[in-house]
């Protein structure tokens, strides 16, 4: 079953006829998923690759009845393209451009909030249901059906850890990526909430990196309120403070808080066992499970 997405997620890709959007929508499309439409101002009327073209995403979603959106649009239109899909009543919206200005985030963020809209991203590789459905950029090869959640805050890590779960017979229910901008939508905490309702999700691998405090965040809420397996890694031991590493969001303040040390004794101290290196988190789940 999975979370967030499944069968039933009729998807509009906004930014479609660009480049990304068209090469993205292509890939979906070969997992299998539902991708009705697509939206570009000015070229409606238009198809990509056979999937109709509209100019807003209320026609899309009066014609082809979606429900949920994916955007590719550059960043300076990144908060227009989610404003307008929330508007639209689509949820999820996944927001895969990196580079959107903080104070553009924040106001989508808020604006879903009062929508009660699920936002994932900015900067995010996706989200995908194995076997169902895929809103991403995530390589399809790699993911098999199965019983572990992932959420992670970085892409290339999580197409690493999911290829040696999968090599492993560790398929998943769903794997997320957060995205890693300073401001993003879901959090570990709302994930690890859908995954404790999730009967096909019977452990969840948790993928950090420095910055902020939401792996200690979630080591909490998994020793107070969290009674699923769980297992962790954590990227960026070597970082040196003040120095972004890769994301937006990943670095280590000059005060040393948002370090891996920090988060990797919090993960501990919830009774969460952590791999050393990416490719230790099959035999953790051995240990586990």
Do not use: C, W
């Not at 905490?189 to 452990?203: G, N, P």
């Not at 501990?268 to 791999?275: L, N």
């Amino acid at each position: 079953m999975g979370i967030i997405v499944g069968k039933n997620t009729r998807l509009v890709v906004q930014g479609i006829t660009g480049t990304q959007g068209r090469f993205h929508s292509k890939m979906m499309r070969e997992y299998g998923t539902n991708v009705v439409a697509g939206v570009t101002p000015g070229k409606g009327g238009m198809e990509v690759d056979g999937v109709p073209v509209y100019n807003t995403v209320e026609k899309a979603k009066e014609e082809q009845e979606a429900n949920a959106s994916i955007i590719f649009v550059p960043a300076p239109f990144t908060k227009g393209a989610a404003m307008e899909a929330i508007s639209a009543g689509m949820d999820p919206v996944v927001i895969i451009t990196e580079g959107v200005p903080v104070h553009d985030s924040t106001k989508i963020m808020r604006y879903a909030e009062i929508e009660g809209t699920t936002i994932i991203g900015p900067n995010t590789p996706g989200i995908i249901t194995p076997g169902e459905s895929k809103l991403g950029i995530m390589p399809n090869h790699i993911f098999e059906p199965g019983k572990v959640g992932l959420v992670s805050r970085s892409g290339t890590l999580t197409y690493e850890i999911v290829n040696s779960l999968t090599s492993k017979d560790y398929g998943q229910s769903t794997a997320i990526g957060l995205g890693g901008d300073p401001i993003v939508g879901l959090n570990f905490i709302d994930i690890l909430k859908k995954f404790a309702e999730d009967d096909q999700t019977e452990a969840v691998v948790l993928v950090g990196e420095i910055g902020g405090s939401a792996e200690e965040k979630a080591a909490r809420f998994i020793k107070e309120r969290f009674d699923k397996p769980a297992v962790a890694y954590v990227a960026g031991r070597t970082a040196p403070k003040g120095k972004q590493m890769g994301h937006a969001g990943a670095i280590v303040s000059e005060s040393g808080t948002g370090t891996a040390e920090s988060k990797m004794n919090a993960f501990k101290e919830a009774g969460v066992s952590v791999a050393k290196m990416p490719n230790d988190i099959a035999e953790l789940l051995d240990d586990t499970l």
